[in-house]
């Protein structure tokens, strides 16, 4: 018949146009790199401090004489909470006070009060802090400077779409494995023989490879991650279930044809 035809014809090309627009297979997997790829070499005992970049917001501190002031406010919180709640009470109100943030800005500076413009990028706390101190000490006498960033975080992709997150670095001195710990730990699709750290660098971002799979890649578990890393656990693929799922509506518009011409033809063969 010649609907039967049209359909016959049209089936084919419906076939291929599904499969090619479709076709979603391992699709959700990121950071791809060839066999050939070199990896970046990497020791965890080289500069481990992390070094501040812009959009980072620390947290700046100031006391003049060594921290006179610092070690007086701390000892008059103590007698103030011993002889009374309200003496107390104002010491710490004072403390907070003394607390400022700063956001770094896209150029590497900050803007601090009396100084000015102040660039900070590729320093680590140490440096920033004497850099800092020696600018400082044209008005104070032996100013000490106190700098913590405050919006240090990772992003860990655990190995399964739907479940990345944002871990804060509370802890200075975190580790690779807790990072993955308070992330859910590996997934049942991740591959933990191919665990990706991707960290910002002075000039570029460095990619290394960790073998987390055996006991050996402990000495990598426990190397202490920095801000801004992006942990990626690389995904197994998963070529029958998702090829399945691709193929699923495809047998289903095969099945509603071939039912639709049955139909036709047991009709028009009345």
Not at 60 to 66: E, I, P, R, V
Not at 94 to 116: C, H, I, K, Q, S
């Amino acid at each position: 018949m010649p609907l039967q035809k049209l359909f016959a014809r049209a089936l084919p090309i419906a076939l291929i146009a599904i499969m090619v627009s479709g076709c979603t297979i391992n699709r959700n997997i990121m950071f791809r790199t060839p066999t050939d790829f070199e990896f970046d070499v990497f020791d965890p005992i080289v500069d481990v401090n992390y070094r501040i970049a812009p959009n980072d917001l620390i947290s700046f501190q100031l006391y003049s004489n060594k921290g006179e002031r610092l070690l007086t406010m701390t000892a008059g919180s103590i007698a103030g909470g011993a002889n009374g709640a309200g003496g107390g009470g104002m010491n710490q109100m004072m403390n907070g006070n003394n607390r400022f943030a700063y956001e770094v800005r896209p150029d590497g500076t900050v803007d601090l009060p009396e100084v000015g413009l102040v660039s900070l990028k590729g320093m680590n706390i140490d440096e920033a802090e004497t850099h800092l101190e020696n600018l400082y000490s044209e008005n104070y006498n032996d100013p000490l400077v106190f700098i913590e960033v405050t919006n240090q975080r990772v992003l860990v992709f655990p190995g399964e779409a739907g479940v990345a997150s944002v871990v804060p670095l509370v802890n200075p001195n975190t580790s690779l494995l807790e990072v993955l710990a308070l992330s859910g730990g590996i997934r049942a699709r991740g591959d933990a023989k191919n665990v990706k750290l991707i960290r910002r660098g002075a000039e570029r971002q460095t990619i290394h490879r960790f073998d987390l799979s055996t006991i050996e890649g402990l000495k990598f578990a426990n190397t202490t991650v920095q801000a801004g890393d992006i942990i990626y656990v690389e995904p197994l693929p998963q070529y029958a279930r998702e090829a399945l799922a691709d193929i699923s509506p495809i047998l289903s518009l095969i099945t509603t044809i071939s039912s639709f011409i049955a139909l036709i033809s047991v009709v028009g063969g009345n």
